[in-house]
């Protein structure tokens, strides 16, 4: 016949003092461990000896960074008017931001065109395109050997005086995409510094109304 064990149940005194140790070492745990590592909260120093610290400052949020403004008042009251059309056109849409500024309209027809000119050594010559302000062109020249080139354009009317978009010393081909930022004659200067003459070719396609060699 087995006997039951006779367990001795703990006095309320003892569970009072059970409770308060346990709730001592919770109150440490998280003065010296959790708030360090968690919050970068360390009034005891323990936190930072111990490396804690360095976990809070890790999980820090990203710096959040604004969204430039508009570079001009222009800019702004054009997408505010795109935003107007677009909202009454499609409707809003929380994921739809506004760059007016990307689209040039132009009342011409594009069209391609190309034009072939023969550099001698130490020679150079320009090829122009007529755009106004605001159309593009799409570009694309190759030469048979390096020359040195000037991308400019000049304004109507305004003698020795142009704006240079790009300088190449020595380039045998470039393409790219052009918009004239103002109305004019908008090109090429080559030079060949060579001692063998030297073909160009450039092919152009966009709304320029003519394309020419001065």
């Known amino acids: 016949m087995s006997t039951i064990p006779n367990y ?3 006095t ?27 919050f970068g909260i360390d009034p005891t120093g323990i936190g930072k000896r111990l ?25 702004a009251k054009l997408n505010s008017q795109l935003a107007a059309r677009a909202q009454a056109t499609f409707g809003a849409f ?14 011409g027809t594009p ?4 034009f072939t000119v023969t550099l001698e050594p130490g020679k150079g010559a320009e090829v122009k395109a007529k755009l106004k302000a605001g159309d593009g062109m799409v570009f ?20 020795n005086a142009w704006t240079t978009y790009a300088v190449e010393a020595a380039q045998r081909e470039s393409a790219g995409t052009f918009i004239a ?28 109304s003519d394309l020419y060699k001065p």
């Open 111 to 114: 069209h391609q065109q190309s």
């Open 8 to 10: 001795v149940h703990p």
């Open 181 to 208: 930022p103002f109305e004019g004659t908008h090109g090429w200067f080559w030079q060949n510094r060579g001692t063998q003459p030297v073909t160009v070719t450039v092919d152009v396609s966009g709304f320029q």
């Open 94 to 107: 929380d994921g739809q931001t506004l760059d007016a500024s990307a689209f040039s309209a132009s009342s």
């Open 51 to 75: 490396g804690l610290t360095t976990l809070s400052e890790s999980e820090a949020p990203a710096a959040v960074v604004p969204v430039a403004a508009p570079a001009s008042a222009d800019e």
């Open 140 to 159: 694309h020249w190759v030469a048979n050997g390096d020359v040195a080139v000037d991308m400019h354009g000049e304004r109507p009317e305004v003698k």
């Open 12 to 38: 309320n005194r003892q569970l009072m003092r059970a409770t308060l140790l346990s709730l001592i070492v919770a109150g440490l745990i998280l003065v010296t461990i959790v708030l360090p590592a968690e």
